[in-house]
């Protein structure tokens, strides 16, 4: 805020910047993730209305899903996570179906190594009756 009150920050490298420095001010700069990466995270997810348009999409599934109709849900980090979860479980306990995947499927050493964009990925499966 104090940085805006002096200028406006115009690029991404500039958010980037300030982030970057408050973080080393504060003594918790974690040098395998940059430290704007939760910050430009945290913009696209509430910009782009991420979980709502999650929970709204998984909450119209059943309308459509017929017996044998298999769901399967990428996420990318833990507050999406969470609500593919808590979604599935509750369809579980509402008889709608099984979980397929009881814990979430997560990439291989090989394959974070070759993609280290999966190195979050969480896939999850659940199938109605």
């Not at 395998?32 to 119209?60: C, G, M, V, Y």
Request: positive net charge.
């Amino acid at each position: 805020m104090r940085r805006r009150k002096e200028r406006d920050i115009n690029t991404t490298i500039e958010l980037s910047e300030i982030v970057e420095s408050v973080y080393k001010k504060a003594g918790i700069y974690n040098t395998k993730i940059h430290p704007a990466t939760k910050t430009f995270q945290a913009l696209r997810i509430f910009i782009n209305r991420e979980l709502d348009n999650l929970s709204d999409f998984l909450q119209k599934v059943p309308e459509f899903a017929k017996s044998g109709t298999k769901i399967g849900i990428i996420s990318f980090h833990s507050l999406e996570d969470r609500i593919v979860k808590r979604t599935f479980l509750s369809w579980e306990k509402d008889g709608l179906g099984h979980r397929i995947t009881k814990k979430p499927i997560v990439p291989s050493e090989e394959e974070i190594v070759i993609n280290p964009r999966s190195r979050s990925a969480k896939f999850r499966v659940f199938e109605f009756l």
